[in-house]
């Protein structure tokens, strides 16, 4: 019997991807309206192989981007991208269509709720907060709590701790294959792809289930409880 859903946070429960995109061209402009005598793409180049080489989550990118252009940090022209981030990444940042009516719906099922992801425990809170979804979940279980990765099973072995439950207790949904569902697939849960937030063009996920909108969870639950109203 389902007793919790795990959910990755970015491109599951927000568009990830498109905040940082809004985000990141805000404070390109931001900062050449400051004096950086690059083009658009030119820095949008330098940030995007900093977060290749860095990771996506790197709070240092506009620092090592102005080093790298300027050989050192102009503070006139970071502050500038740095503020325009924010502003836009904050305007950008909303849940997917369905996520607060799904979520909402799955506590009165009488489910538990966890977030397992890789971004550091800071961020995720502040999109937690940012979108008030920092009330709804039981357990969050980020980067910092293990310092492993996902497929690692540590962090999930963690969630399941936390939550006081079993392995097949817990349905996992998450929108990278090779991370979400085999990590916890390693550890016995099953899994939900979450299709409507794949970047990869993924063929196929080796999940149990494959969605494009979150809503179709609760028929999920439902199923795999055998609930029949």
């Known amino acids: 019997m ?16 498109l905040l940082k995109r809004a985000a990141v061209n805000a ?13 658009p793409d ?9 977060y290749d080489s860095e990771g996506i989550e790197y709070q240092q990118v506009f620092d090592k981007l102005l080093k790298e252009a300027l050989g050192k940090v102009d503070y006139k022209i970071m502050s500038a991208g740095i503020v325009a981030y ?5 305007a950008a940042l909303k849940p997917y269509p369905g996520v607060l009516p799904t979520l909402i719906e799955l506590i009165k099922m009488g489910l538990k709720l966890a977030v397992v992801s890789d971004a550091p425990s800071k961020e995720a809170w502040l999109r ?3 979108i008030n979804f920092h009330h709804l979940f039981d357990v969050v279980i980020t980067y910092d709590e293990t ?10 072995n963690l969630a399941l701790k936390e939550l006081g439950l079993k392995a097949d207790e817990c ?9 979400d569902m085999v990590g916890a697939k390693s550890v016995g849960m099953k899994t939900v792809f979450a299709r409507y937030g794949d970047t990869f063009n993924t063929v196929n996920p080796d999940s149990d ?6 809503s179709e969870l609760t028929d999920i639950v439902k199923k795999e409880n055998g609930i029949t109203k």
Do not use: C, H, Q
Not at 3 to 16: E, S
Not at 147 to 156: C, D
Not at 171 to 179: F, K, N, Q, T, V
């Open 147 to 156: 310092r492993e990765r996902k497929p690692s099973p540590v962090p999930f």
């Open 86 to 90: 924010r502003k836009a990444r904050e």
């Open 128 to 130: 937690l907060s940012y």
């Open 209 to 214: 289930y494959d969605i494009n909108s979150i």
């Open 27 to 39: 404070a390109v402009y931001a900062m050449i309206d400051a004096g950086l005598k690059l083009t």
């Open 171 to 179: 349905l996992m949904i998450g929108d990278w294959a090779e991370r």
């Open 2 to 17: 389902i007793k919790a859903i795990i959910f990755d946070l970015d491109n599951t429960l927000v568009d990830f991807m």
């Open 42 to 50: 030119e820095i949008r180049d330098m940030i995007n192989n900093i």
